[in-house]
């Protein structure tokens, strides 16, 4: 793969328009200090317009991009494609159409279908999904809990200022109690800042979330028809039945009670042999007894005349009861009241993992979508998930969802008016009695400016999209870093990476301290003094595991040692950090300005 030096600007190649085009584009043009051209079908949509202003982009429209479109955006000299349109068919038709013109080239696809991603992917194309990579921290926000950060051997969490419980390793977020972030903080900062997220250490017993970043097995492929357990089907059959059962089978209790003890009284006979006796021509209809004592004949006779119409009454509810339970299991509606439970809205690829991501960790989750045939839905009721189907910005839907005693609410619904219209209606509904004290309320939100508003507006919320989550790790995906996590706060994020130390480069026998940058206070910025601040923070090395044995070991960042040809560092970093610490691990084309900074 072609690597961005510090002279020639790498060219890169985006097909798509949206969001995550935008910020994928401005990152590689910016913080990747590479020329970047995009395509798109139309270049007065507003994407196209904001890319066309970035430095060092070119918007080139293309209503059907095709070998003649993709040679005209340089395909044939890029380091690197990115196809990043929402159409998974034509991601895969270019992704096979770059393969076959341009093997060498290094192809990143956006893919919505798992399945599909897996046998599309391969040595020189990378297959990303950006809500994979949302997902946990959007289950993280809305949980408030911990997220785990995936470092091998370690069981490092990221954690708010509301958890200070677990041992603190360093500030990733503080703020100055305005809107004012400053990401990976020095200690001369903090000193006038409030640390809001951190780095903790998990203990040995502590329950760590699963985070998956990469594309995740197909888990909604199971039988909705399934056998159930019997316990839960009577449960359901009491509930749908409700009071009509109980009465029916009050009313017939007492009929054949009644008769058996006027029975007892004229015959003189047990209670049993009674009972016996008004059970058969309640239930039955037994043949008459000639021979009987005349009260016994009056009272089979009542008997027989009553359950003409009880029988068919209870027969009824039961049925009715029956056919209500087995609709309400193969529908996934809520069969009970829920409380401390969170609600999902939206059920596209985004809600599907969100749902799957509480439902694997054990919390109670309910799935709503105005659309019974979305693709979520149907793996909701696979995992028995209860489903409500509606709009969300209706108050009769809210209250189907139990929403009055949810702990949480996430939205993830396509429409940005949809989206805070279901806000607001959710925060309109009373709370319930025994139901947490606020709504946690997590949306996702393109706009920052409209995140900041409603932030603003809707006390406990919290604004996340997931191209703003993901762009860093696509654009990484591009320049050949792997990307392990993301990390956001408001509207910044950190990356997770993990970095190859090459031989030859400028972190090839250097202190391992030298891999975190702007820890004395200063803020390093780009060469041209005005880009985006240069940090990074060493969590681990892994060691060089020899031919001959030995190494393979994780150190941590405390045991300071030279680092060697092979070896791999664990850094947090912003995303200039991290194109600069990918410059001092690479070979010798990057060692000019790399040695540089390593010998201040």
């Known amino acids: 793969m072609t690597a961005a030096g510090p002279v020639t600007r790498a060219h890169y190649v985006v097909v798509g328009d949206g969001p995550l085009a935008f910020r994928l584009t401005r990152a590689l043009s910016t913080r990747f200090r590479g020329t970047v051209a995009v395509l798109v079908p139309d270049r007065t949509s ?9 430095d060092g982009v070119d918007v080139l429209g293309a209503e059907r991009v095709d070998e003649k479109a993709l040679l005209a955006a340089g395909t044939d000299r890029a380091a690197a494609a990115a196809l990043v349109d929402q159409d998974d068919g034509g991601n895969v038709a270019l992704a096979l159409l770059l393969r076959e013109t341009w093997p060498a080239l290094h192809v990143v696809v956006r893919i919505f279908d798992e399945s599909l991603g897996r046998h599309l992917e391969h040595d020189r194309c990378t297959v990303l999904s950006s809500s994979a990579f949302a997902a946990p921290e ?41 809107d004012t972030v400053v ?75 009644v008769g058996a003890v006027t029975i007892k009284l004229a015959t003189g006979a047990s209670f049993l042999g009674a009972l016996y006796e008004a059970v058969l021509p309640s239930l039955a209809g037994s043949d008459p007894d000639h021979d009987a004592h005349p009260v016994v004949k009056v009272t089979q006779v009542a008997l027989t005349v009553v359950s003409v119409a009880v029988i068919p009454w209870v027969t009824g509810v039961v049925v009715d009861g029956v056919v209500r339970t087995q609709r309400l299991l193969d529908t996934g509606s809520p069969l009970h009241a829920m409380s401390d439970h969170v609600v ?46 509606g709009d969300a910005r209706r108050a009769t839907t809210l209250r189907g969802a139990y929403v009055g005693a ?78 392990k996590a993301t990390i956001p706060y408001r509207d910044r994020v950190l990356v997770l990476a993990e970095i190859l130390v090459e031989r030859g480069s400028a972190l090839d026998g250097a202190h391992s301290s030298d891999v975190g940058l702007d820890e004395g206070g200063a803020v390093a910025r780009e060469p041209d003094g005005d880009g985006p601040p240069v940090r990074s923070r060493l969590l681990a090395i892994d060691s060089v595991t020899h031919s001959s044995g030995g190494g393979g070991r994780m150190f941590e960042p405390s045991q300071g040692r030279t680092l060697n040809p092979g070896d791999r560092v664990f850094v947090i970093a912003t995303t200039a950090g991290l194109l600069h610490l990918r410059d001092l691990a690479s070979a010798p084309a990057g060692l000019t300005r790399a040695a540089s900074g390593l010998n201040d």
Do not use: C
Request: charged content about 25%.
């Open 46 to 54: 507003r994407y196209a317009q904001e890319m066309a202003v970035l």
């Open 138 to 178: 959007i289950v993280g926000a809305a949980l408030r809990r911990q997220v785990r950060l995936p470092v091998r051997h370690r069981r490092l969490v990221t954690v708010s200022d509301e958890e200070p419980s677990l041992p603190t390793r360093m500030v990733l977020f503080a703020t100055d109690g305005a």
């Open 183 to 257: 990401a990976l903080p020095s200690g001369r900062e903090l000193a006038a800042l409030t640390p809001k997220v951190l780095l903790a250490d998990a203990g040995e017993d502590d329950v760590l979330p699963e985070v998956r970043a990469e594309l995740e097995p197909d888990e909604d492929e199971v039988d909705p028809h399934r056998p159930r357990r019997f316990g839960e089907y009577l449960r359901t059959l009491a509930l749908t039945s409700g009071w009509n059962l109980l009465l029916a089978a009050g009313v017939l209790l007492v009929v054949v009670l």
């Open 344 to 389: 999902v809205v939206g059920m596209g690829d985004l809600g599907t993992r969100i749902v799957r991501s509480l439902d694997r960790r054990g919390v109670p989750v309910i799935a709503v979508d105005v659309d019974e045939s979305a693709r979520g839905i149907a793996v909701a009721r696979a995992r028995d998930v209860p489903v409500v189907i």
């Open 406 to 483: 949810a702990q949480a609410i996430v939205v993830v619904t396509s429409g940005g008016a949809t989206t805070i219209g279901i806000s607001f209606a959710a925060r309109s509904i009373p709370r319930a009695k025994d139901a947490p004290a606020s709504l946690r309320t997590v949306l996702r939100v393109f706009d920052r400016d409209l995140a900041r508003r409603i932030r603003r507006e809707i006390p406990d919320s919290v604004g996340l999209s997931s191209s703003f989550l993901a762009a860093p790790s696509f654009a990484a995906a591009m320049i050949g870093q792997e990307v």
